[in-house]
């Protein structure tokens, strides 16, 4: 492939990824189905020369792949189609094709996938007071699912539990 820009429509499901590769003009050079596994969709996307582009939908593997990405490709895109009106065939390829094009012509609504922290601590305060009988929206409510201007002070606490467990676990090997 030349070093021009890709742009990759990913498909995403729990065992395998269905992508699309095209390049500036939106023809389709490449299609391939990959494990979704950390090391086979960075060796999918190393392969590739010149600046990548990568879109996928929302979807309980989204915040793994959006976070596995950045830093290695150019941009990623996570989108929301929910409301969209479906047209033509529906199919994996023809998802992430129709994915693909939308991000070469700049057609997408991005949903927010910055902080893998904040997410990774709201999800803990709902398993938090999911595990104590509490309806989820009274902990929000309360204050006890984590929001942005609280972040660092969530985050510190989170590093505050881990290191007294991680020493707690070291003085029970010890004994």
């Given at each position: 492939m030349k070093q021009t820009t890709k742009y990759v429509g990913l498909d995403v499901h729990q065992a395998t990824t269905v992508a699309v590769v095209g390049d500036e003009t939106g023809r389709v050079i490449a299609r391939s189905v990959v494990p979704t596994e950390a090391m086979a969709l960075l060796?999918?996307?190393?392969?590739?020369r010149g600046a990548v582009h990568v879109v996928l939908e929302e979807g309980t593997q989204a915040q793994w792949l959006h976070d596995l990405l950045v830093g290695r490709v150019a941009r990623v895109i996570v989108c929301d189609r929910?409301?969209?009106?479906?047209?033509?065939?529906k199919g994996d390829w023809h998802d992430a094709e129709w994915l693909m094009g939308r991000l070469r012509t700049g057609e997408l609504r991005a949903v927010?996938?910055?902080s893998p922290h904040l997410a990774t601590l709201r999800e803990l305060g709902r398993v938090s007071q999911r595990g104590r009988g509490r309806d989820p929206g009274d902990?929000?409510?309360?204050g006890a699912v984590p929001r942005a201007r609280n972040?660092?002070?969530w985050a510190g606490r989170l590093r505050r539990r881990a290191a007294s467990r991680v020493a707690g676990e070291a003085r029970r090997r010890r004994r």
């Open positions: 060796e999918f996307m190393r392969g590739m929910r409301g969209e009106p479906r047209r033509g065939s927010y996938h910055g902990v929000a409510a309360q972040s660092d002070r």
